[in-house]
């Protein structure tokens, strides 16, 4: 079946410009999430949704960040007044639900700020 | 807060050659241990996950052992395969949390 979709694949922004980054998961996962993987940093956790709440918004780095999702289903992360820090791939995740169900990811966006 | 450490940025094994990638992690609860893999371009993708202390994790000839005693979840696997390059992430997972906290990655790139 289909797995975790993103868009876009690539995008190149202007520091100060806001940039929207969306996730589709896959059919009837109820959890969402979103990660960053950058060369200092590694892999870190953002956010999680579970339905179309976000119970655990710990990960978000600054008020900037922020994310929603609509309808149980694609998600959307959005970045506002964008650093050059700011560059790295963000991941989506779905999975079913469970605690330790597992998190399949998307392909990611590569975000680069200039 | 929790932690995991890879002690290995990269291992160049020979193909046949035998396999240990170091695991450690801290975390004040009782985590679930995951090995996710990574290949370019893609997202990382689960490669063996263990539950509880004293599980197993195995996939494709690898194993890892969730020791509670040492706080260990060291990859192994006796002979490798260039198929087996790609970077490899220890995670783990607490009580009470859905959000993977991940290793730096150790990147294996087995040579012919």
């Known amino acids: 079946g289909a797995g975790v979709s993103q868009s876009p694949s690539n995008k190149v922004t202007e520091k100060g410009k806001d940039v929207e980054l969306r996730c589709d998961p896959i059919?009837?996962?109820?959890?969402l999430y979103w990660y960053r993987q950058s060369l200092g940093q590694g892999l870190e956790f953002l956010i999680y949704?579970?339905?179309?709440?976000?119970?655990?918004k710990s990960g978000l780095p600054s008020d900037r960040f922020s994310a929603e999702r609509t309808g149980g289903s694609v998600s959307t992360l959005t970045i506002q007044r964008t650093q050059q820090e700011d560059s790295a791939v963000y991941l989506c995740?779905?999975?079913?639900?469970?605690?330790?169900?597992?998190?399949?990811f998307g392909p990611g966006t590569r975000l680069t700020v200039l | 807060g929790d932690s995991v450490v890879q002690t290995e940025g990269q291992v160049l094994p020979s193909e046949g050659d035998s396999l240990i990638v170091n695991c450690s992690y801290e975390?004040?609860?009782?985590?679930?241990l995951f090995w996710y893999v990574q290949y370019p371009g893609e997202g990382p993708q689960l490669h063996l996950k263990?539950?509880?202390?004293?599980d197993k994790g195995r996939n494709k000839g690898f194993e890892a052992m969730y020791r509670k005693e040492t706080t260990s979840f060291h990859l192994e696997k006796d002979s490798v395969q260039e198929s087996d390059s790609a970077v490899y992430f220890c995670?783990?997972?607490?009580?009470?949390?859905?959000?993977?906290?991940f290793g730096s990655g150790t990147r294996l790139q087995v040579q012919p």
């Open positions: 263990a539950m509880k202390a004293n």
């Open positions: 995740a779905s999975s079913l639900g469970g605690p330790t169900d597992t998190q399949y």
């Open positions: 975390t004040t609860q009782y985590p679930s």
């Open positions: 949704f579970q339905g179309n709440s976000a119970p655990d």
């Open positions: 059919s009837g996962h109820t959890a």
């Open positions: 995670a783990l997972i607490d009580t009470g949390r859905r959000a993977l906290t």
